[in-house]
């Protein structure tokens, strides 16, 4: 083989090279694109839920049933406190956007998360089956937030966060 048809080869693979790196990288952006569009559809979804109030009565319900677990296993109840409030309903919020149960424990004191539970009520049951939520649910805490976000497949999500406030800063 010449040398000039090695050389047409090589330049044609080259430019084979290039267009197929480019195909590639309109594919990722456009993957990218309808990832950031299903994203702020679900963003705004999880917004309007906020708004109709739905799911300030599913927060609420929760902290009723942790703390009804609480009383039946001679428990002070919790007292709900909007310092750790925003962060549980951010929690909640990701779960039900990234599908999984993730919780990152922010700051003070412990996080139980629930994915595609019925009610609250479930949830909590969810927890006291499992020795280590179980501990962290009755443990020595006095304080509570909650968080709950439903995905596009109407898969709901539940965070509760737990911690021992400071009366000395009340």
């Not at 998360?113 to 927890?127: I, S, Y």
Request: hydrophobic share 45%; net charge neutral.
């Amino acid at each position: 083989m010449s040398v000039e048809s090695r050389k047409r080869i090589l330049k044609f693979g080259v430019v084979l090279f290039t267009v197929a790196a480019v195909a590639f990288a309109l594919r990722v952006a456009w993957r990218d694109r309808l990832n950031a569009v299903r994203l702020a559809e679900v963003e705004a979804r999880l917004a309007t839920e906020v708004d109709a109030g739905r799911v300030a009565e599913s927060e609420a319900e929760l902290i009723r049933q942790a703390n009804a677990a609480r009383v039946a296993a001679k428990k002070p109840p919790l007292q709900y406190d909007d310092a750790e409030a925003l962060d549980a309903r951010e929690t909640a919020r990701r779960n039900a956007i990234y599908g999984r149960a993730f919780h990152p424990r922010r700051g003070k004191g412990a996080e139980l998360c629930a994915a595609w539970t019925e009610t609250p009520r479930d949830a909590v049951r969810l927890w006291l089956a499992s020795e280590n939520c179980k501990d962290i649910l009755l443990g020595d805490y006095d304080r509570v937030a909650a968080g709950v976000a439903t995905d596009e497949d109407g898969r709901t999500y539940r965070v509760l966060r737990l911690w021992q406030g400071d009366d000395d800063n009340e």
